[in-house]
């Protein structure tokens, strides 16, 4: 088994190579809480990298998938590597906690009203693995959490446990980091071992016991520091991906005002060897972006202006959108509309904070008597937010073609790449896969 190389950068900038032999490796077992997108696949790449692992859901129906090989969403290689995990006996699945080496928590960080991040599902978690705490255990945080969120962490296990510590002050010492996940959607598995990793310790003995972890499957770089400063890296990258779209959004709509072809625009501008835009969409999705860069504008309000500016930019932009498909459909009294894609990235059935699954559900709301036919080539079944909706149904895009009247392309799936269709009807093309069309 070939670990690669895998580097410690500390904080004053003094970076040491190591390189783990087959005898060095340690199998440890490692209880894994929340068997979602990152949670599963963490599990997994632990399984089968020699450590015994306990995946723990409170989800009945992924704990039965799991449990039986099977992965409950679409992600590249995750079900095979599963597959042999679980029928090798390295990876179980339950819905409780258990006794552990490494406790990791993996579970949602959404955020509450005023946009603050909501921690009840990190505060369940930690609360489940307290009782079972003996002393020398490490607990790392992978979710996405405001800055101080491994700090509380750490509060609410000595409130709970006065006979144990956090600081490394005694004997019965719980080792906590923060090591936060930065992998692509339909590449976690490939990400997840060749990425470079951020670990940060509430102590410097934290962080190196995570990294030793980490490094018995990590091909990149591990780069240790504090956790509040891990914590505000992971916020950091998507709140400066989120600032980019938003200049590119902008462009778009600069661009619809002024008769030019944003892509065309954003593709001259790139030409520029210290330029890179990012695409314009009808919104931002998924967990991280659309959701990251409010934990930073929650902790530091008056210092976040920019951030702000972006996150409401973006989260304009799908108005923007429904806009435009209520106006090509104004002189028809029942239009079928087609929204080509749900999930919030392409080619993949994540629909985590997704605007096209938002527009298709606002256009089926404000035009009652339109029929709009949503097509998403990842999933069998329309998700909760639609299925409720009666005049919204999941079609291909054969249907599309001979009976829609106006499309929203809103995801750039391989499939609507790919298609020969040449759309003869109105179509806003909010990826630019139809430049020209109709």
Request: hydrophobic residues 45%.
């Given at each position: 088994m070939d670990?690669?190389?895998?580097?410690?950068t500390h904080?004053?900038?003094?970076?040491?190579?190591?390189?783990l032999t087959?005898?060095?490796?340690?199998s440890?077992?490692?209880?894994?809480?929340?068997?979602?997108?990152i949670?599963l696949?963490?599990?997994?790449?632990?399984?089968?990298?020699?450590h015994?692992?306990t995946?723990?859901d409170?989800?009945?129906?992924?704990?039965?998938a799991?449990?039986?090989?099977?992965?409950?969403?679409v992600e590249p290689?995750?079900?095979?590597?599963?597959?042999?995990?679980?029928s090798?006996?390295?990876?179980?699945?339950?819905r409780?906690?258990?006794?552990?080496?490494?406790?990791?928590?993996?579970v949602?960080t959404?955020?509450?009203?005023?946009?603050?991040?909501?921690?009840?599902y990190?505060d369940?978690?930690?609360d489940?693995?307290?009782?079972?705490?003996?002393?020398?255990?490490?607990?790392?945080l992978e979710?996405?959490?405001?800055?101080g969120?491994?700090?509380?962490?750490a509060?609410?296990?000595r409130a709970?446990r006065?006979?144990?510590?956090t600081d490394?002050?005694t004997d019965?010492?719980i080792?906590?980091a923060?090591?936060?996940e930065?992998?692509l959607p339909?590449?976690v598995?490939v990400?997840?071992?060749?990425?470079?990793?951020?670990v940060?310790?509430?102590?410097?003995?934290a962080?190196?016991r995570a990294?030793?972890?980490y490094?018995?499957?990590c091909?990149?770089?591990?780069?240790?520091?504090d956790?509040v400063t891990?914590?505000?890296?992971?916020?950091?990258?998507?709140?400066?991906r989120?600032?980019n779209?938003?200049?590119?959004?902008e462009?778009?709509l600069?661009?619809?005002?002024?008769?030019?072809?944003?892509?065309?625009?954003?593709?001259?501008a790139?030409?520029?060897?210290?330029?890179n835009?990012?695409?314009?969409g009808?919104?931002?999705?998924?967990h991280?972006?659309?959701?990251?860069?409010?934990?930073?504008?929650?902790?530091?309000?008056?210092?976040?202006r920019?951030?702000r500016?972006?996150?409401?930019?973006n989260d304009h932009?799908p108005?923007?959108?429904?806009?435009?498909v209520?106006?090509?459909?104004d002189?028809?009294r029942s239009?079928?509309?087609?929204t080509?894609?749900?999930?919030?990235?392409p080619d993949?059935?994540?629909?985590r904070?997704?605007?096209?699954l938002?527009?298709?559900?606002?256009?089926?709301?404000?035009?009652?008597?339109?029929t709009v036919?949503?097509?998403?080539?990842?999933?069998?079944?329309?998700?909760?937010r639609?299925?409720?909706?009666?005049?919204?149904?999941l079609a291909?895009?054969?249907?599309?073609?001979?009976t829609?009247?106006v499309?929203?392309?809103?995801?750039?799936?391989?499939?609507?790449?790919?298609s020969?269709?040449?759309?003869?009807?109105?179509?806003?093309?909010?990826?630019g896969?139809?430049?020209?069309?109709?």
């Amino acid at each position: 088994m070939d670990h690669g190389r895998c580097a410690m950068t500390h904080r004053a900038g003094s970076t040491t190579s190591t390189k783990l032999t087959e005898a060095q490796i340690v199998s440890l077992h490692v209880a894994v809480l929340g068997l979602g997108y990152i949670g599963l696949p963490t599990a997994a790449i632990l399984a089968t990298h020699g450590h015994r692992v306990t995946g723990v859901d409170v989800s009945a129906r992924h704990v039965e998938a799991v449990s039986q090989g099977r992965v409950p969403f679409v992600e590249p290689d995750l079900e095979s590597q599963v597959a042999e995990a679980v029928s090798t006996g390295h990876l179980t699945v339950q819905r409780h906690a258990t006794p552990a080496d490494v406790f990791i928590i993996a579970v949602p960080t959404p955020f509450a009203e005023g946009y603050a991040a909501d921690l009840s599902y990190v505060d369940a978690a930690v609360d489940g693995v307290i009782p079972h705490l003996r002393g020398g255990e490490l607990i790392i945080l992978e979710s996405t959490s405001p800055p101080g969120t491994t700090q509380r962490l750490a509060d609410r296990v000595r409130a709970a446990r006065p006979d144990l510590s956090t600081d490394g002050s005694t004997d019965h010492n719980i080792a906590i980091a923060h090591c936060p996940e930065r992998v692509l959607p339909g590449r976690v598995m490939v990400e997840l071992v060749e990425n470079d990793r951020i670990v940060g310790g509430l102590t410097p003995t934290a962080a190196e016991r995570a990294k030793a972890l980490y490094e018995t499957f990590c091909r990149g770089q591990i780069h240790l520091t504090d956790a509040v400063t891990a914590e505000l890296a992971k916020l950091t990258e998507n709140a400066f991906r989120d600032v980019n779209i938003a200049f590119a959004n902008e462009l778009s709509l600069i661009s619809e005002r002024l008769g030019v072809d944003v892509f065309e625009l954003i593709d001259l501008a790139n030409k520029h060897p210290r330029v890179n835009i990012l695409q314009p969409g009808p919104g931002v999705g998924g967990h991280c972006i659309a959701v990251d860069p409010w934990f930073i504008v929650s902790a530091a309000p008056e210092q976040s202006r920019l951030i702000r500016t972006a996150r409401e930019v973006n989260d304009h932009k799908p108005e923007h959108v429904i806009g435009q498909v209520m106006a090509a459909v104004d002189d028809i009294r029942s239009p079928v509309i087609a929204t080509l894609g749900l999930a919030f990235k392409p080619d993949i059935d994540d629909m985590r904070e997704s605007p096209a699954l938002e527009i298709t559900a606002q256009l089926a709301e404000r035009l009652p008597a339109a029929t709009v036919l949503a097509v998403e080539p990842n999933v069998d079944m329309l998700p909760e937010r639609l299925s409720s909706l009666p005049n919204v149904r999941l079609a291909s895009l054969e249907e599309v073609a001979e009976t829609a009247q106006v499309a929203a392309l809103l995801v750039d799936h391989r499939e609507f790449k790919e298609s020969r269709w040449t759309p003869d009807i109105p179509v806003i093309d909010t990826r630019g896969v139809w430049r020209g069309t109709a």
